[in-house]
Protein backbone atom coordinates (compact mmCIF):
# COMPACT_ATOMS: atom_id res chain seq x y z
CA UNK A 1 0.00 0.00 0.00
CA UNK A 2 1.62 3.75 -0.79
CA UNK A 3 2.19 6.06 1.69
CA UNK A 4 -0.78 8.25 2.41
CA UNK A 5 -0.64 12.21 0.89
CA UNK A 6 0.23 15.00 3.17
CA UNK A 7 -3.24 16.15 3.96
CA UNK A 8 -2.23 19.61 2.08
CA UNK A 9 -2.49 17.46 -1.12
CA UNK A 10 -4.96 15.50 -0.06
CA UNK A 11 -8.13 15.62 -2.80
CA UNK A 12 -10.35 13.38 -1.07
CA UNK A 13 -13.45 14.74 0.93
CA UNK A 14 -13.08 13.52 4.95
CA UNK A 15 -15.03 13.79 7.65
CA UNK A 16 -14.28 16.69 10.14
CA UNK A 17 -13.11 13.84 12.05
CA UNK A 18 -11.05 12.20 10.25
CA UNK A 19 -9.41 15.49 8.46
CA UNK A 20 -8.87 15.76 12.80
CA UNK A 21 -7.06 12.53 13.49
CA UNK A 22 -5.33 12.99 9.94
CA UNK A 23 -4.25 16.53 11.18
CA UNK A 24 -3.18 15.75 14.60
CA UNK A 25 -1.20 12.74 13.19
CA UNK A 26 0.79 14.69 10.53
CA UNK A 27 1.45 16.95 13.44
CA UNK A 28 2.95 14.94 16.15
CA UNK A 29 5.45 13.44 13.31
CA UNK A 30 6.39 17.62 12.42
CA UNK A 31 9.26 19.05 13.71
CA UNK A 32 8.61 22.69 15.54
CA UNK A 33 11.94 23.48 13.12
CA UNK A 34 11.50 24.78 9.94
CA UNK A 35 14.56 23.49 7.11
CA UNK A 36 16.87 26.66 6.37
CA UNK A 37 16.21 28.88 2.91
CA UNK A 38 20.13 28.90 3.30
CA UNK A 39 21.85 25.40 2.42
CA UNK A 40 23.61 23.78 5.49
CA UNK A 41 26.97 23.84 6.30
CA UNK A 42 27.61 20.28 5.37
CA UNK A 43 27.14 21.73 1.82
CA UNK A 44 29.81 24.34 2.25
CA UNK A 45 32.19 23.11 -0.05
CA UNK A 46 30.34 22.15 -2.64
CA UNK A 47 28.85 25.25 -5.10
CA UNK A 48 26.51 22.76 -6.74
CA UNK A 49 24.69 21.30 -4.22
CA UNK A 50 24.28 25.10 -2.63
CA UNK A 51 22.90 25.70 -6.35
CA UNK A 52 20.05 23.29 -5.96
CA UNK A 53 19.67 23.52 -2.19
CA UNK A 54 18.78 27.35 -2.88
CA UNK A 55 16.23 26.52 -6.00
CA UNK A 56 14.41 23.48 -4.10
CA UNK A 57 14.07 25.85 -0.70
CA UNK A 58 12.38 28.88 -3.33
CA UNK A 59 9.96 25.59 -4.73
CA UNK A 60 8.81 24.20 -1.50
CA UNK A 61 8.02 27.71 0.43
CA UNK A 62 6.12 28.52 -2.77
CA UNK A 63 3.78 25.39 -2.38
CA UNK A 64 0.82 25.80 -0.03
CA UNK A 65 0.65 22.65 1.39
CA UNK A 66 4.44 21.43 3.31
CA UNK A 67 5.83 18.41 1.93
CA UNK A 68 8.95 18.34 3.38
CA UNK A 69 9.99 19.23 7.07
CA UNK A 70 13.11 19.77 9.37
CA UNK A 71 13.42 15.43 9.24
CA UNK A 72 13.75 15.44 5.64
CA UNK A 73 17.17 17.65 5.97
CA UNK A 74 19.34 14.64 5.43
CA UNK A 75 17.47 13.61 2.33
CA UNK A 76 17.48 16.71 0.93
CA UNK A 77 21.12 17.17 1.42
CA UNK A 78 22.41 13.60 -0.01
CA UNK A 79 19.76 14.85 -3.03
CA UNK A 80 21.59 18.10 -3.01
CA UNK A 81 24.90 15.99 -3.24
CA UNK A 82 23.75 13.39 -6.07
CA UNK A 83 23.21 16.80 -8.35
CA UNK A 84 26.36 18.14 -7.76
CA UNK A 85 28.47 13.87 -8.69
CA UNK A 86 26.24 13.99 -11.53
CA UNK A 87 27.36 17.19 -13.08
CA UNK A 88 31.27 16.07 -12.26
CA UNK A 89 30.45 13.54 -14.03
CA UNK A 90 29.67 14.56 -16.65
CA UNK A 91 32.56 17.30 -16.68
CA UNK A 92 34.64 13.92 -16.60
CA UNK A 93 32.63 12.24 -19.40
CA UNK A 94 33.08 15.13 -21.24
CA UNK A 95 36.58 15.35 -21.30
CA UNK A 96 37.40 11.49 -21.54
CA UNK A 97 34.98 12.05 -24.40
CA UNK A 98 37.25 14.70 -26.43
CA UNK A 99 40.26 12.31 -25.10
CA UNK A 100 38.89 9.63 -27.44
CA UNK A 101 38.10 11.82 -29.74
CA UNK A 102 41.91 13.00 -29.73
CA UNK A 103 43.12 9.62 -31.01
CA UNK A 104 43.75 8.25 -26.84
CA UNK A 105 41.86 4.23 -27.52
CA UNK A 106 41.86 3.87 -23.50
CA UNK A 107 39.55 6.63 -23.27
CA UNK A 108 36.82 4.69 -24.41
CA UNK A 109 36.55 2.53 -21.70
CA UNK A 110 36.53 5.74 -19.29
CA UNK A 111 33.61 6.87 -21.22
CA UNK A 112 32.03 4.14 -20.96
CA UNK A 113 32.34 3.46 -17.00
CA UNK A 114 31.75 7.13 -17.00
CA UNK A 115 28.50 6.33 -18.54
CA UNK A 116 27.38 3.77 -16.35
CA UNK A 117 28.16 5.86 -13.06
CA UNK A 118 26.06 8.77 -14.48
CA UNK A 119 23.18 5.89 -15.11
CA UNK A 120 23.27 4.59 -11.46
CA UNK A 121 23.64 8.61 -10.06
CA UNK A 122 20.70 9.73 -12.13
CA UNK A 123 18.67 7.02 -11.20
CA UNK A 124 19.33 7.20 -7.67
CA UNK A 125 18.27 10.80 -8.28
CA UNK A 126 15.09 10.25 -9.90
CA UNK A 127 14.13 7.41 -6.64
CA UNK A 128 14.88 10.27 -3.89
CA UNK A 129 13.16 12.95 -6.43
CA UNK A 130 9.95 10.83 -6.27
CA UNK A 131 9.79 10.74 -2.69
CA UNK A 132 10.92 14.48 -2.53
CA UNK A 133 7.70 14.99 -4.93
CA UNK A 134 10.03 16.58 -7.81
CA UNK A 135 8.47 14.67 -10.41
CA UNK A 136 5.11 14.85 -12.52
CA UNK A 137 4.59 11.53 -11.48
CA UNK A 138 4.89 11.57 -7.71
CA UNK A 139 2.70 14.36 -7.63
CA UNK A 140 -0.21 13.30 -10.21
CA UNK A 141 -3.22 13.29 -8.22
CA UNK A 142 -2.00 15.30 -5.19
CA UNK A 143 -2.16 18.75 -6.36
CA UNK A 144 -5.04 20.85 -4.26
CA UNK A 145 -7.65 21.80 -6.40
CA UNK A 146 -9.19 24.82 -6.37
CA UNK A 147 -12.43 25.37 -4.45
CA UNK A 148 -15.49 26.34 -6.76
CA UNK A 149 -17.77 28.11 -5.31
CA UNK A 150 -21.46 27.46 -6.09
CA UNK A 151 -23.12 30.09 -8.63
CA UNK A 152 -26.03 31.28 -7.42
CA UNK A 153 -29.21 30.06 -8.68
CA UNK A 154 -31.37 32.38 -10.81
CA UNK A 155 -35.62 32.76 -10.30
CA UNK A 156 -36.17 30.62 -13.34
CA UNK A 157 -34.37 27.95 -12.14
CA UNK A 158 -35.10 28.19 -8.30
CA UNK A 159 -38.53 28.12 -9.81
CA UNK A 160 -38.22 25.16 -12.22
CA UNK A 161 -36.68 23.44 -8.64
CA UNK A 162 -39.63 23.89 -6.73
CA UNK A 163 -41.81 22.43 -9.99
CA UNK A 164 -39.69 18.96 -9.86
CA UNK A 165 -39.89 18.88 -6.15
CA UNK A 166 -43.70 18.98 -6.64
CA UNK A 167 -43.91 16.77 -9.61
CA UNK A 168 -41.86 14.16 -7.21
CA UNK A 169 -43.77 14.25 -4.51
CA UNK A 170 -47.17 12.94 -6.38
CA UNK A 171 -44.97 10.31 -7.38
CA UNK A 172 -44.02 9.35 -4.15
CA UNK A 173 -47.67 9.30 -3.05
Known amino acids: MPAKKPIGL ?3 HNTKAEKAQREAAEASMRSDRELPMNPPASLKEHPIAQATWRRLMREYT ?13 LLTNY ?20 WQEGNPTAYDEVVKLDGRADRKRALMLQMSQTLYLTPRSRAGVMPKAKEEPQPKDDLEELLGQVENMTNARFIE
Open 10 to 12: SVR
Open 62 to 74: AIEAQIVGRLDLD
Open 80 to 99: CILSEQAAELDLMRKKAFAS
